[in-house]
């Protein structure tokens, strides 16, 4: 079989616990690419964790962060980047992931995006009374968004996140093969 050409960025999407930042680590791993986090790096760079960014420059202060890193590192080479589930509902971020990059979108359904992030409090958007209901209104919202972006898309709401990054490998192989 011809050597297939790897990706040299691939950009994961999808909502809030899909497994973005669990899996694109996997996958990094595979590739023998870097794995970058936009949101450690956010949390990084500005020395504040993501609800502590919400609170004090509200979303659209986040969105402007988001946006300016997106931008950055949608250009260096040899990266595996998860995206926070919201980065795509910006124009500019679904352009430069489109042309810069292979999009994989991790779909899951509600439920477990639900299960997967109910003990969690670094997620702003999911801290008030009624998570599911955010959860179900983000999506539909965001759902045509992440199918705009995406060149693949990945079952994510069943498996380890080993056997996901794997499946991700083959569906990439397949696409370089088309
Ligand atoms: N395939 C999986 N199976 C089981 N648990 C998972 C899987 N992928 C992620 N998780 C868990 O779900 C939670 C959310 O995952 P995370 O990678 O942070 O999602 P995202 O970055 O898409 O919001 C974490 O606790 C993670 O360990
Ligand atoms: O869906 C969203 O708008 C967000 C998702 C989060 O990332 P994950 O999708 O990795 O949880 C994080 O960027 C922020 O809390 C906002
Ligand atoms: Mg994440």
Redesign the pocket.
């Known amino acids: 079989m011809a050597r297939w050409h790897k990706p040299h960025r691939v950009f994961l999407v999808?909502?809030?616990?899909?497994?973005?930042?669990?899996?694109g680590r996997e996958l990094a791993a595979l590739l023998g690419l870097e794995f970058v986090?936009a949101d450690t790096e956010i949390e990084r760079r500005t020395g504040a964790s993501i609800p502590w960014i919400f609170d004090l420059e509200g979303e659209s202060g986040f969105r402007a962060r988001e946006a300016a890193l997106i931008d950055e590192l949608s250009q260096r080479d040899g990266l595996v980047l998860?995206t926070g589930?919201g980065a795509i509902t910006t124009p500019a971020n679904r352009d430069a992931l489109g042309a810069r990059g292979v999009v994989v979108y991790?779909h899951a359904p509600v439920e477990v995006q639900l299960q997967?992030?109910r003990h969690?409090t670094s997620r702003p958007l999911l801290q008030g009374d009624d998570p599911r209901g955010r959860l179900e209104g983000l999506m539909g919202e965001r759902e045509p968004l992440y199918r705009e972006v995406a060149d693949i898309v990945v079952e994510?709401g069943q498996?380890?996140?080993r056997a996901?990054a794997k499946r991700i490998v083959r569906a990439l192989e397949g696409a370089a093969a088309e």
């Open positions: 999808g909502p809030m616990g899909a497994g973005k930042s669990t899996v986090d998860a589930g991790l997967r992030t969690d994510a498996g380890r996140a996901l």
